[in-house]
């Protein structure tokens, strides 16, 4: 039985990745800035404030004296335009899934390094791996946190502690009620996405775990995400035009708003 701590996990592919943990018997502790889910064990998490991760560990440590499983999964959606998003947005939105993780990170790293043993799963996005137009920001931050993820796999595993980065392709989650932006293009499309998606959070959280047993770094949960990244890998002619097809069909959206 595993000790499970799941940020952002009120909601969403949090919530999907908590109940699945609890499915097998798992204790879990969600932390969000959401109300209480009233599933069980909830922390308030912001998990840009220091003073809310430091009372996260203090938990942890009195109710379980340790942790098997931080998931950093807390995130926001945003993007747009290079020229339409705003420096304020991209630092949001940095700060929260980025720094987010990276908050999470060496908040329990000590700790797990005590232990001699512990598993870190970041959950990025396929924007971490491929990187359409009008999505800058996001797809920035992602491809931090799976630089990270990569990093924390390398520096920590003679510690014991495993690193694992998720990075789904769009599935349905209301991830885009969080959305920012001043781009006018950005929330429809992305809700096109999100809406006609055919995988839920839980088909998603399904295939983390499974991903996670057989000890995988990185976890592409769905077909869509893995068919993208071999793209790039195995031909990145054909992926470099089908990126730029998408940029042309965005500038052109972009002069009909005009």
Not at 120 to 133: D, F, Q, R, T, W
Not at 154 to 173: D, K, M, N, Q, W
Not at 202 to 218: N, Q, S, T
Request: contains cysteine; proline residues 4%; aromatic residues 6%.
């Amino acid at each position: 039985m595993s000790r499970v701590l799941v940020t952002g996990g009120a909601g969403g592919l949090g919530a999907a990745l908590a109940a699945a943990y609890r499915s097998r018997g798992d204790d879990v502790v969600v932390a969000d800035v959401a109300d209480d889910p009233g599933t069980g064990p909830f922390l308030h998490l912001d998990v840009r404030s220091d003073d809310d991760w430091a009372a996260a560990r203090a938990w942890v440590e009195q109710e379980w004296g340790g942790l098997d499983v931080l998931v950093n999964n807390a995130g926001v959606a945003g993007g747009g335009r290079l020229d339409v998003a705003t420096l304020e947005e991209w630092q949001w939105i940095t700060e929260v899934n980025l720094f987010g993780a990276v908050r999470g990170t060496r908040t329990f790293t000590p700790l797990l390094k005590e232990q001699g043993s512990g598993l870190i799963v970041n959950v990025a996005s396929l924007a971490g791996l491929v990187h359409p137009a009008g999505m800058g920001s996001y797809n920035a931050v992602k491809a931090a946190v799976v630089a990270l993820s990569e990093t924390t796999g390398h520096e920590l595993a003679e510690h014991g502690i495993r690193c694992a980065v998720v990075c789904p392709s769009y599935f349905r989650t209301g991830l885009v009620a969080s959305l920012r932006g001043a781009d006018p293009l950005l929330e429809p499309l992305m809700r096109k996405l999100v809406d006609h998606a055919p995988l839920g959070a839980d088909d998603i959280a399904a295939e983390v775990l499974a991903g996670l047993d057989r000890g995988e770094e990185l976890i592409l949960p769905d077909p869509a995400a893995r068919a993208a990244h071999q793209l790039k890998q195995t031909d990145r002619t054909a992926y470099d035009e089908t990126m730029r097809r998408q940029a042309s069909r965005l500038h052109a959206m972009g002069r009909e708003q005009a």
